[in-house]
Nanobody, 125 residues
């Protein structure tokens, strides 16, 4: 199991931007993909972005498409999430995650093996 460390959460006004970063400092083996998920109390964890290690495939649900952008650096074991035009409904705890083996479920939390501790994002309208 690998430790994932998120940073960059916080507060912003509606329409503003935030950037989240995640690193896996202890990882010495390859991985299949990394992603970002968010969760609010009482709801299922939702994947908001994913990227394959090769960088050739990304996924975004309709709720964030065009506003969020995921990017990764496989050499540095880092992944970032640029969030623009944030809305109140984006308020959640955001988690970094990785998938260590090929999976068809990068759109679901079930496809991921390791999770960070989470970072709070709060958007005020």
């Amino acid at each position: 199991q690998v430790q994932l460390v998120e940073s960059g959460g916080g507060s912003a006004q509606a329409g503003g931007s935030l950037r989240l970063s995640c690193e896996a400092p202890g990882r010495t083996w390859s991985y299949y993909a990394m992603g970002w998920a968010r969760q609010v109390a009482g709801k299922e964890r939702e994947i908001v972005a994913s990227i394959r290690r090769t960088g050739d495939t990304t996924y975004y649900p309709e709720s964030v498409k065009g506003r969020f952008t995921i990017s990764g650096d496989s050499a540095k074991n880092t992944v970032s999430l640029q969030m623009n035009n944030l809305q109140a409904e984006d308020t959640a705890i955001y988690y970094c995650a990785d998938a260590t083996k090929p999976t068809f479920y990068l759109h679901s939390y079930e496809g991921y093996d390791d999770w960070g501790q989470g970072t709070q994002v709060t958007i005020s309208s």
